[in-house]
């Protein structure tokens, strides 16, 4: 029987230089990026993204 080799370490910690907040306008979480400060994605579906930090 194969099996699947060892996974990775995969992410530890917060994903780096991205941050969340929550707009206030539409009330949903969006991703920013902090060199460029644009907004990368909006989450549409309930919650926070996994893993980036949020804007204070």
Known sequence: ??????KGP????A??????FQNPKTKLWSKRDT???KII???????KFKGVRKEK
């Open 10 to 13: 995969g992410r530890k910690g």
């Open 1 to 6: 029987m194969a099996s699947n080799e060892p």
């Open 15 to 20: 994903v780096s230089k991205r941050t969340q």
């Open 35 to 37: 060199k460029t400060g």
């Open 41 to 47: 994605d909006t989450k549409t579906s309930g919650g």
